[in-house]
């Protein structure tokens, strides 16, 4: 869960506290490519912009979660949900540096392909690997992972940790380390036993 809707819910969260510096960051960046700073009304519509995007990822992965967890298995494409995780990680932790607000819209969208992938095979997988008596306490773990992930993005926004101007780059990138975590613990974790009895047809696996 950790590696799943915890994605998700510390997206959702992260973005509230570096708002006025993006702003600022998108005004300055702004100011020196075109010689002029821009009106209130770009400002805003950029910012919104950033904010929104995440939910049409969210839409491009929740669309090709099904596709890819029946020809990957479940197991693969919790892993590749990590590609767009730290690929936006990436543009949105350089995006200062390389003065480019794109980087920023660029990111959230990866990230937002990330939350939707992970979130609806999250639910596959748990709830599939699950024994019947567990089920649905397993099941449970997506809300509890959305919940502790808005916990850590509320928390790590705080000035005290990474909420000012000179780290919000590195509290954008801040969703690479459950990724990171993923790669590296998923790998030993099984597959599906539904997906390799129905999918795969392989019934000593399955067992």
Excluded at 11 to 32: C, D, G, H, M
Excluded at 52 to 78: C, D, E, N, Q, W
Excluded at 83 to 111: D, K, N, Q, W, Y
Aim: hydrophobic letters at 50%; charged letters at 15%; a positive charge.
């Amino acid at each position: 869960g950790i590696t799943g809707a915890f994605q998700y819910g510390l997206q959702v969260s992260i973005i509230n506290s570096p708002a006025e510096y993006i702003q600022s960051f998108i005004r300055e960046t702004w100011l020196k490519r075109y010689g002029s700073s821009p009106s209130a009304e770009i400002i805003t519509f950029m910012w919104s912009f950033i904010v929104s995007i995440y939910s049409i990822g969210g839409l491009l992965g929740s669309s090709s979660a099904g596709y890819l967890s029946v020809r990957f298995g479940r197991k693969k494409a919790m892993l590749f949900a990590n590609i767009p995780a730290l690929l936006g990680a990436a543009l949105m932790g350089l995006s200062r540096l390389c003065g480019s607000f794109e980087m920023i819209i660029a990111g959230r969208l990866f990230s937002g392909v990330c939350g939707g992938l992970a979130l609806n095979i999250h639910l596959m997988y748990a709830g599939e690997c699950a024994p019947r008596k567990l089920r649905g306490l397993v099941a449970i773990t997506a809300s509890t992972s959305i919940a502790a992930g808005k916990f850590v993005g509320f928390a790590l926004g705080l000035r005290e940790v990474l909420g000012v101007e000179a780290l919000w780059p590195i509290l954008l990138a801040a969703n690479a380390v459950p990724a990171l975590v993923q790669l590296l613990t998923l790998p030993f974790f099984p597959d599906s036993p539904r997906y390799l009895l129905i999918d795969k047809k392989d019934k000593e696996g399955c067992i």
